[in-house]
């Protein structure tokens, strides 16, 4: 007699990614975490903007400060003594500086700011051409390697047409520093009010699920059998699916009592008439009594295999087969390729032993009928592959069989359709309507999957997977 190991209250660490908790709390510190970025993000882009808005005004306001304070004299000599009303046009080397220099003929000599120690050279109109309002910005290299934002104009200064170029020239490194310390301080602030969101909220979480880990412990006791039902007081939500689920547990009990009965009577009243035909076919003798008894042992191995997967049905946790599923798989292939010349067959399968966790007759049954369903509506070829797939963890591991061919295959709208006991998509082709809803019954009955997929090859791709020992 086995025991089943008792069930821990405390999940482990390798069950916390399937635990709701998680989920949830993942979830919430995700979404947090997102609409936190989104809110950075989205404030320092804007003060960024506003910024960057800020300063070209700035620029510009002084660009035209700069104009209305220079002049031509009659020998064409610039003249004015501009003062823009900022401390940093006078400091040397400060990243903000101003020039003017002659644009036409009958101009000469040029002025600049006492803050700019040498020239600032600019590029070429050709590189960075004026607009319509003879004025133009680009980015330069400053005297002490800081970047400039450069704010020029031409501008013409009386009526003989004598033109000068104005230059102010701003810190734009003073500007991105600016915004680095505002970025900093936001992701600061930020951090530490997430931080407290996604820990209150994560309390909040666990307090409100511990109900759920009571109806926990209540089902694996009645799984354990040491309870009939759930017992205990439950919240406001959760008692209708206790509730629930002690009706589901008495008439799944009840069910099982009834199929067990009928598979009994069933088992009985069969054995006596199939006892009786054998009997008489070996006393007939002869090719009749022959085909008759060999046709009463059919029967009476069909009866004994339905019985055994009815008792399977019903003990699945306890009853264990093994079905080794390579050669079986190799055999089927044989016996098809000589059944089907005219077919190309081709067959992978995985370098490692895979055992199912069933009866041989159940996957030859499964196999024949979608082997016989790819041959028959194969045109020339047909792929079969096996191949494990390594399960979630705390279930059991998996082996996938994948059958394909080149055939016209299965329009995705029809695929629960041809799954139903004897409906067929084209008539015009021999068959019961019966292989596919017999393997997905199978399949069903394993606990296993069955997919119906466009193939590669054009045609149909049927994939089943079930349970493997390895």
């Known amino acids: 007699m086995t025991t089943k190991p008792a069930v821990s209250n405390t999940p482990s660490l390798r069950s916390w990614p399937r635990s709701l908790a998680f989920r949830v709390i993942a979830f919430s510190t995700v979404w947090a975490i997102l609409t936190l970025v989104v809110i950075f993000t989205l404030i320092t882009t804007l003060y960024r903007q506003a910024s960057e808005r800020g300063f070209d005004s700035l620029l510009s306001a002084h660009l035209f400060n700069l104009i209305g304070s220079v002049g031509v004299s009659e020998s064409g000599q610039l003249t004015g003594a501009p003062d823009l009303g900022d401390l940093r046009f006078s400091e040397p080397n400060s990243g903000w500086y101003w020039s003017v220099e002659p644009a036409s003929e009958g101009v000469h000599g040029d002025l600049h700011s006492s803050s700019m120690t040498k020239a600032i050279p600019s590029p070429s109109v050709a590189e960075v051409p004026f607009n319509a309002s003879f004025q133009r910005s680009y980015s330069a290299d400053g005297i002490e390697g800081e970047q400039l934002e450069v704010f020029e104009s031409e501008f013409v200064l009386d009526a003989k047409n004598r033109a000068a170029r104005f230059r102010v020239m701003g810190n734009q490194t003073e500007l991105e520093q600016e915004i680095a310390t505002f970025q900093r301080r936001l992701l600061t602030y930020l951090s530490l009010f997430g931080v407290g969101m996604i820990a209150i909220n994560a309390i909040a979480i666990l307090l409100g699920l511990q109900p759920l880990r009571r109806v926990r412990n209540a089902l694996a006791m009645v799984r354990e059998g040491t309870a009939q039902r759930l017992d205990g007081r439950f919240p406001a939500e959760i008692e209708p699916l206790a509730n629930e689920t002690n009706a589901l547990i008495e008439n799944n009990r009840r069910i099982v009592e009834r199929s067990r009965t009928q598979v009994g009577n069933l088992a009985h009243s069969l054995k006596t008439p199939l006892a009786v035909l054998l009997n008489e076919a070996r006393a007939l003798g002869g090719a009749k009594g022959q085909l008759i008894a060999e046709q009463a042992v059919s029967m009476q191995k069909q009866v004994d295999h339905y019985l055994q997967r009815a008792r399977v049905a019903a003990q699945r946790d306890s009853v264990v087969y093994r079905t080794p599923v390579t050669p079986l798989v190799q055999r089927m292939v044989r016996v098809l390729q000589k059944l089907n010349p005219q077919t190309a067959l081709s067959l992978s399968l995985p370098a490692t032993d895979i055992v199912f966790a069933g009866e041989r007759e159940d996957l030859e049954e ?93 045609g149909l791709k049927a994939m089943v997977r079930l349970r493997s020992l390895q």
Do not use: C, H
């Open 366 to 458: 499964l196999l024949g009928n979608l082997l016989d369903n790819a041959m028959k509506w194969a045109r020339s070829a047909v792929a079969v592959s096996v191949k494990l797939v390594a399960g979630t963890e705390g279930s059991a591991n998996l082996f996938e069989i994948a059958i394909e061919d080149d055939g016209p295959g299965i329009p995705d709208d029809k695929a629960r359709e041809v799954l139903q006991r004897g409906r067929r998509l084209d008539e015009t082709k021999p068959g019961s309507g019966l292989g596919l809803a017999i393997v997905a019954d199978l399949v069903n009955e394993y606990g296993g999957s069955l997919a119906l997929e466009r193939s590669v090859m054009g």
